[in-house]
């Protein structure tokens, strides 16, 4: 019996904490290369599950092709965005950028709630996808096992990328010292590209498993993950990438034990408690668990 | 050679062949906001040779490396690479058409391996089996990169760091080599082995533009050098003619780094 609540628990922390992971990942590539805090982030995921409603509903196109499309969506709206609205504005201040990314966080939403619809709508989606299975005596959603996997595959080829290509290296080497990279020929525009479009992708696969667990869309919906993300970062590491996703995982954990330990009369309070444990990190640990290096070599 | 008659017109004052001018500087104008930290340099490096930039802290040494490598735009001026104006280029694209730089405070990329921060000195001139040919000769120039290959850059010594920082610069096999201050913070014993090594690739042939504040030893292996001064250029010329000079040594060069002298 504890046995299958270990396991229970075990899938449920995993499940959750690949989506929260995806979800801080996304954010640090861009963080990471630009620092700068994308507030529309949350939106390139609405602007996936949107083309996922739309292609589920008024289309036969066959699921593989529906999720592609999904996630190139918002490879499309990071690469846009980052190309229109952040590029004219770089050379500026920081603090330019920010405003910019909540202008883009607006304009989209107000183009779903006038263009598409101001309610939520229903995501179709293929009926495997939320089929029960029976993992060792424990009973589970197929796609929290496919959100593990697809995680771990993600992540295995992000290592493989950033790791032992030349594009991979010049992208942390210009997250840790952006002139010095461009002074080592390392092309601005080209690494930046590239984080958005790495962060586009990521926002249209947590799109996929977002919507399958919530079954619907709404214009507002992108404020929910990118929450998450913050605080997965908070716990993680803003300047590290195995550190947002250690965050992602962190978060995921602490949910689930508050979940399994709060009395429930206190349960309605988790998130509250939640932030109490960010808050708690911000003042005792503001850097997240692993800090990166992001500041100067020791002087020798 | 065949090259000369493209570039004869215009510039008859020019006494070498313009195919020797690697780097033109005119009349460089700088700001920093709305301080002017360059009131109009002027100074040239041809082929070959080895030029030093000297001068006291805020005379303008640094201020000139990152106009001249696309990290700051100059106001007014002009920078000429051999013999295309490249005044307002990006940094990458003037890397890409081969300038190479060892910033200031040397700046590897602290979480990389060593072998990393190599691969990314060879961004968009990388080519694997040049790169292989490349890390043999380097192993012999610094052999504590061989030991450190696969070590984190910030896990370096302050020197390793070095010539780290050199080898990342010298591995696109750059047609100028500036480098910014790469004696400062180093121990004595460090600042011989760098200065050894200016040298030792002085006589490979490969040109080089030092900015130095330890002016003695930096006039001591120049061709040439500048005297910066207040953003300006204060003197020009043979390193000779410049000790020679009393009220020079004594003003600029102060004897302020006297302490090393061999």
Known sequence: MSGHVLLEFAINVLSMGSLYALIALGLVFVFGICKLINFAYGEFITVSTYVLYFLGTFTDLPWPLVFLIGILSGVAIGFLSELTAFRPFRGRSLDALLVTSFAISVILQRIFQLGISPRSKAVPYPAFFNMNIELFGVVTPLRNILMIGTTAVLLI??????????????????????????????????????????????????????????????????????????????????????????GGYVYAFIANVLSLTLPTSVLSYRDAVMFVIVIAFLVLKPEGIMRGNYQEERVG | MSKYSEKASGRAHDPLPADDLILQVSDLHVYYGSIQALHGVSLEVRKGELVSICGVNGAGKSTVLKA?????????????????????????????????????????????????????????????????????DFFTLFPILKERYNQA??????????????????????????????????????????????????????????????????????????????????????????????????????????????
């Open chain 2, 68 to 136: 001249i490598s696309g990290v700051l735009k100059p106001k007014s001026g002009s920078v000429r690479f051999k013999g295309m104006d490249v005044t307002g280029k990006k940094p990458e694209q003037l890397h890409k058409l081969g300038m190479a730089l060892v910033p200031e405070g040397r700046d590897i990329f602290p979480s990389l391996t060593v072998e990393e921060n190599l691969r990314i000195g060879a961004f968009g001139r990388y080519d694997a089996k040049r790169f292989a040919a490349d890390l043999e």
């Open chain 1, 157 to 246: 080829v992000l290592v493989i990328v950033m790791n032992h290509t030349t594009l991979g290296v010049a992208m942390r080497g210009a997250s840790e010292n952006f002139v010095t990279a461009r002074l080592m020929g390392v092309p601005a525009n080209l690494v930046i590209s590239v984080a958005f479009i790495i962060s586009g992708f990521l926002a249209g696969v947590v799109a996929i498993f977002w919507s399958a667990r919530t079954g619907s869309v709404e214009p507002l919906m992108g404020s929910s993950p990118l929450l998450i993300g913050f605080i997965a970062v908070v716990i993680g590491g803003m300047h590290s990438l195995p550190g947002a996703v250690l």
């Open chain 2, 153 to 262: 850059g910030g896990l370096l010594s302050g020197g390793e760091q070095q010539m780290l920082a050199i080898a990342r610069g010298l591995i696109s096999h750059p047609d100028l080599l500036m480098m910014d201050e790469p004696s400062l913070g180093l121990s004595p014993n460090r600042v011989d082995q760098i200065f050894d090594l200016i040298v030792e690739l002085k006589s490979r042939g490969i040109t080089i533009l030092l900015v130095e504040q330890n002016a003695e030893r930096a006039l001591k292996i120049a061709d040439r050098a500048y005297l910066f001064s207040n953003g300006k250029v204060e003197f020009a010329g043979r390193p000779g003619d410049m000790t020679d000079r009393v009220d020079i040594t004594s003003i600029y060069l102060g004897g302020h780094e006297g302490g090393d002298a061999e």
